[in-house]
């Protein structure tokens, strides 16, 4: 099929608008579903009553974080019958089955028990309420596994055959443990974690700042520091192991990345910055270090890596877009980690919470973990291109037979329903943090047995979370829930 240059980067367009947006909120609730489950299990073991408390506060925001996740996936899924059917039909046999799996064994677990971890306090025991939020945060976990599956199969496709034009699966068992799955579902994973520690961290600063010093504020800001302290550098580790998987197996987004232009042998230079020019192949500006490259990329001192004029004019990236998304990925990651050791000096002089400096550099970090998820996500679904399935189908001949104008048009109504619906999400989910966690010796919290003695003060908050699932209900009826 011939397709229409305009609508095809309208559609792409398109989906990247909807696809950033969609993963800002599953990326929190996967991070906060687990957050939440430690926090009630410490309640569970000690009874201390500011774990409850923060409990029930992060699953408010949670709720309304599930609930735009849900809506926005929605919405992008049904882009893959409008503006990319040809996709739909050549790769339908692997992609639908394994988006079929992620809705029965992940989302219908987290619908299934969302209701009774968060209206269910005192209408079930506290350990049949723990079982509820760890089957909800296992499902979040779940679903990554078989959103990931099928993405990392479009990057190393494996299994399959091709019969009339069409993907035949062959191996089940190839295609969702493709090559590159493993390293892109613990890099995902943990992302998610960074994000919900960053958070975390940056609510506890803005309470900090604002002269709270109680038991609940404390162990948040403490928590969070002791995750981004074991998850960002984590993360470094588990990227150094995708980038030798992405050489392997997709080697014009690796020289991408790294803006290399010629391969050389002896040795190949890192370059930290530049600016790639795609017509004159090369890198202008660019700040070499020798052969740091060649022993990053492939762990010795003379490897071999395979510059950009190696592959056609045709089947190269957007050298200048990965590249530096790659670089704003990799440096906010460099800053967490900085953050976290720097926590770790503070505790020990015993100035973490009263170091006003300090929180706010959390302050203004909190949002970072946001946009190096996005960053990342770029910097391998812009590599990948201009495949949609790396090496078998072109994203090109996966355009729909639609007009720019009707593109345009689906776009402008997205940008301004999205705009509208989830920047109103997103001033209730801040106007949660900002009220944090119930001040030590609200009357609302006391209860002979520790529990959580009613739901009155959750459900106003958290039902309208849920309205975009199952529609408008009064306090009554969400009781009932």
């Known amino acids: ?39 009630e299990g ?36 049904y882009q893959f ?9 050549f790769a339908g046999a692997v992609t ?14 987290e619908a299934g028990f969302l209701g009774i971890m968060l209206f269910g306090w005192n209408r079930v025991s506290p350990r049949a309420h723990f079982a509820a939020t760890l ?45 590159s799955f493993p390293y892109r579902l613990a890099h995902m994973s943990i992302a998610a974690f960074v994000v919900a520690a960053l958070v975390v961290a940056g609510t506890a600063a803005w309470h900090l700042l604002r002269g709270r010093r109680d038991p609940a504020v404390k162990t948040m800001f403490s928590m969070a520091m002791w995750l981004l302290l074991i998850f960002a550098p984590l993360q470094a580790v588990v990227g150094d192991f995708h980038g030798l998987n992405t050489r392997e197996h997709q080697p014009a987004k690796l020289a991408a990345i790294e803006g290399l232009w010629e391969t050389k042998t002896g040795g190949t230079p890192l370059n930290l910055f530049g600016w790639p020019d795609m017509e004159a192949e090369t890198t202008r500006y660019a700040l070499e270090i020798p052969h740091l490259g060649s022993l990053i990329l492939t762990h010795s001192w003379d ?31 460099l800053a967490m980690i900085a953050a976290a050791l720097a926590s770790v000096w503070l505790r020990r002089r015993g100035t973490l ?14 949002p970072t973990g946001f946009v190096a998820l996005l960053a990342g996500w770029v910097t391998t679904e812009a590599g990948r291109q ?55 010796g609200d009357p609302s919290t006391a209860s002979g047995n520790g529990h959580a003695p009613h739901d009155a003060h959750l459900v106003p908050q958290t039902a309208p979370a849920l309205s975009g699932l199952s529609g408008r209900m009064d306090t009554d009826r969400a009781h009932a829930t």
Request: charged residues 10%; hydrophobic residues 55%; glycine residues 8%.
């Open 96 to 109: 639908g089955p394994l988006l079929a799996y992620e809705v029965m064994t992940a989302f219908f677990l």
């Open 353 to 366: 919470f009263t170091s006003r400096s300090f929180a706010r550099t959390m302050l203004v970090l909190s």
């Open 135 to 179: 089957c909800v945060a296992i499902g979040t976990l779940i679903s990554t596994f078989w959103i990931l599956a099928s993405n990392s199969w479009m990057q190393t496709p494996q299994g399959y055959e091709i019969v009339d034009g069409r993907v035949v699966v062959l191996s089940w068992w190839d295609v969702i443990f493709n090559p």
């Open 1 to 39: 099929m011939t397709a229409v240059p305009e609508a095809l980067d309208l559609a792409r367009l398109q989906f990247a608008f909807t696809v950033s947006f969609h993963i800002v909120f599953p990326a929190v609730s996967i991070g906060l579903a687990s957050f939440i489950a430690v926090l």
């Open 81 to 89: 019958g409008t503006n990319w059917s040809g996709f739909s039909s």
């Open 303 to 333: 490897g071999e890596i395979r510059g950009l004029k190696a592959f056609p004019k045709d089947e190269r990236p957007n050298v200048p877009l990965v590249f530096w998304s790659f670089r704003i990925m990799v440096g906010l990651g």
């Open 386 to 440: 201009p495949w949609v399935v790396y090496g078998v189908m072109r994203t090109a001949h996966a355009l729909s037979p639609v007009s720019a104008q009707q593109v345009q048009v689906s776009l402008l109504i997205l940008v301004l329903a999205y705009f509208l619906v989830f920047g109103t999400g997103v001033y209730y989910l801040l106007k949660i943090l900002r009220s944090g966690p119930v001040l030590p």
């Open 42 to 77: 410490l309640w569970l073991k000690t009874r201390q009553q500011h774990y409850l408390d923060l409990c029930r506060f992060w699953s408010k925001a949670f709720a309304v974080c599930f609930g735009m996740g849900v809506v926005s996936g929605v919405v992008m899924a």
